[in-house]
């Protein structure tokens, strides 16, 4: 009782502050999660911007933490808010799925399912033959949302459960025309108006 009685006339320092610090850290750390993303994308004005209100909240959480030094609920609010800002900085990478991923896939089975796949799902796929460690072996890249990640995970463990397969961040790619006929069509009115104009 006699804690209970303390924490009521103390509300401010030992329940309102901790919870408005743990409320800072799960902010700022979210934030900084979003910045590291925007960094890895070449987004170079936003990324600064978030920057900043990224250390502005730190200062305020870190400031109530030196005006309130003996206060050990501060220390778990500030140490509480970093870990849950953590964990919903990585929902939230998960849920932006911003820029595009380079896939290379690597099988010693026939692929030409796979592959199917691949292209009915509008990916643009390259494939090669290259030597493994137990004799041939397709090798497949494919550049694609990120967002269409787990579909083509997906494919490939479903035509492919074996194959090997590593993904990562692609800062910048050229476009890419996914649809050939419409490439087609595009390369034959560039070629007649340069050859018309000769």
């Not at 309102?16 to 994308?41: K, Q």
């Not at 305020?60 to 953590?86: K, P, R």
């Amino acid at each position: 009782m006699d804690v209970i009685a303390f924490l009521i006339v103390n509300w401010y320092s030992y329940i309102l502050i901790p919870i408005l610090i743990f409320a800072a850290r799960i902010v700022d750390v979210s934030i900084g999660t979003i910045r590291v993303i925007f960094i890895s994308r070449g987004l170079k004005f936003l990324a600064p911007l978030l920057g900043f209100f990224e250390v502005l909240i730190w200062l305020i959480a870190i400031q109530n933490i030196l005006a309130n030094l003996t206060n050990v609920f501060c220390y778990l609010g500030y140490a509480g808010g970093f870990a849950t800002g953590t964990y919903i900085g990585i929902l939230l990478e998960e849920k932006i799925s911003m820029g595009k991923v380079i896939i290379r896939i690597i099988t010693g089975k026939d692929a030409s399912a796979l592959l199917d796949a691949l292209k009915n799902a509008r990916c643009t796929v390259t494939s090669t033959g290259a030597e493994g460690p137990d004799g041939n072996v397709k090798l497949i890249l494919s550049v694609f949302d990120r967002q269409d990640l787990h579909k083509v995970i997906k494919l490939i463990k479903k035509h492919n459960p074996t194959a090997f397969y590593s993904v990562e961040d692609v800062r910048l790619a050229s476009d890419i025309v996914k649809d050939s006929a419409h490439n087609k069509k595009t390369f034959r009115r560039h070629f007649m108006k340069h050859a018309v104009r000769k």
